[in-house]
């Protein structure tokens, strides 16, 4: 004869055992792993070390600089600008300072923007040579919306220039030679070196 087999279930017993049941499911869904918890911590406090803002390198995009009270024109689709007192001659693409009379060339003190195509085999700066009517002094790197160049100096007819020149490729070979030049008559032009570099640095699209 077989003989019922019974258990019986103590207070103490019945108590243990949800213990033991409730902490099996708390495991079951994830409730002892505390690697999220570690990872979100983590992060945190990657996130506090990274720098806000990274620093730019040297040598790389220029940064326009606008003059407080200076006026910000467009020339060529070029944002340039220029000090307030100073007045665009129609249709030359030439700004001088002071009334603008009769045109009769570019005047001694004055800003110059253009663009010069070069078909291919395009050299930028056998180009830039030419303009400047040969070597050229003061040269600095820069890169402006993308396009490298860079600033110089040079002399010619009597007139000292400081001027922006910036490579331009427009495909098939061929580039367009970006020129912003700044002149003053020789003996004038170490009080207007000032005026020029704020010119230049202020060129952006």
Known sequence: MKIPCRTEWKPGLIAF????????????CGGGDSRPAEAAAA???????QPAAAEKAPGSESSAK???GWQT?????????L???WNEI?????????????????????FHSGGIPVMPPADFEKRVKVFTGGDFQERVDVTVAGMSGFKCTWEQMGKKHRGLFLEE??????????????????????????I???ILDSVHK
């Open 66 to 68: 606008t003059p407080a």
């Open 17 to 28: 055992s949800i213990v033991v049941l409730c902490g099996l499911g708390w495991v079951a």
């Open 196 to 198: 020029f570099e704020k």
């Open 90 to 110: 129609p249709r030359a693409d030439i700004w001088q300072p002071g009334e603008i009379g009769p045109f009769q060339g570019r005047p001694p003190l004055s």
């Open 43 to 49: 992060s945190s406090v990657d996130a506090a070390e």
């Open 169 to 194: 490729k427009v495909g098939g070979g061929m580039i367009v030679v970006n020129l912003f030049d700044c002149q003053a008559p020789a003996d004038e032009f170490d009080q207007n070196t000032g």
């Open 73 to 81: 024109v467009d020339i060529n689709d070029w944002k340039i600008s």
């Open 83 to 85: 000090p307030p007192d």
